[in-house]
């Protein structure tokens, strides 16, 4: 069974990382209408992909060979989990903003995107790059019990 939750583990992180590249790419000083539909899309799958990490991660943490108190005692552990919070909360401004421009799409409005809001939601997913891309970096100091007092 934990093989099985590692795997799918590492599947949804990999989905997250891939939804935020995705999000990066679209997300561009010259971004087109067409396009703010295709962000509110991938926005959901990265919602999807980060419930699944964290489901996933749940389930690591419970069924872990390494047992609960592995994780408890690590303070690694929490910095882990805080990236992942940060990442979260950082990813709800340009998700407001993807919905914005969807629903004003949708209502028929033409003109609704301006660059000082397309850098501010890129902004955002940059910094949420950056945290995320210190997730693993947590990770892997935790799996070799760097933090562990003893």
Same mark, same amino acid.
């Given at each position: 069974?934990?093989?099985?939750?590692?795997?799918?583990?590492?599947?949804?992180?990999?989905?997250v990382g891939a939804?935020?590249?995705?999000?990066?790419?679209?997300?561009?000083?010259?971004?087109?209408?067409?396009?703010?539909?295709?962000?509110?899309?991938?926005?959901?799958?990265?919602?999807?992909?980060?419930?699944?990490?964290?489901?996933?991660?749940? +389930? *690591?943490?419970? &069924? @872990?060979?390494?047992?609960?108190?592995?994780?408890?005692?690590?303070?690694?552990?929490? %910095?882990? !989990? #805080?990236?992942?919070?940060?990442?979260?909360?950082?990813?709800?401004?340009?998700?407001?903003?993807?919905?914005?421009?969807?629903?004003?799409?949708?209502?028929?409005?033409?003109?609704?995107?301006? +660059? *000082?809001?397309? &850098? @501010?939601?890129?902004?955002?997913?940059?910094?949420?790059?950056?945290?995320?891309?210190? %997730?693993? !970096? #947590?990770?892997?100091?935790?799996?070799?019990?760097?933090?562990?007092?003893?």
């Amino acid at each position: 069974m934990e093989p099985a939750l590692a795997y799918l583990h590492y599947l949804s992180i990999i989905g997250v990382g891939a939804c935020l590249a995705a999000e990066f790419y679209l997300c561009t000083p010259d971004l087109q209408p067409p396009y703010v539909r295709t962000l509110a899309r991938v926005d959901l799958m990265y919602l999807i992909a980060a419930i699944a990490v964290l489901a996933t991660g749940f +389930g *690591r943490f419970f &069924a @872990s060979p390494k047992g609960m108190p592995f994780y408890l005692h690590n303070p690694v552990f929490y %910095i882990k !989990l #805080a990236l992942f919070v940060a990442v979260g909360l950082v990813s709800i401004a340009p998700t407001l903003q993807f919905l914005r421009w969807h629903r004003a799409l949708k209502s028929g409005k033409e003109r609704i995107l301006n +660059g *000082r809001d397309i &850098a @501010s939601a890129r902004r955002y997913i940059t910094l949420e790059l950056a945290l995320f891309a210190l %997730i693993p !970096l #947590a990770a892997v100091l935790m799996a070799r019990g760097i933090g562990i007092q003893g």
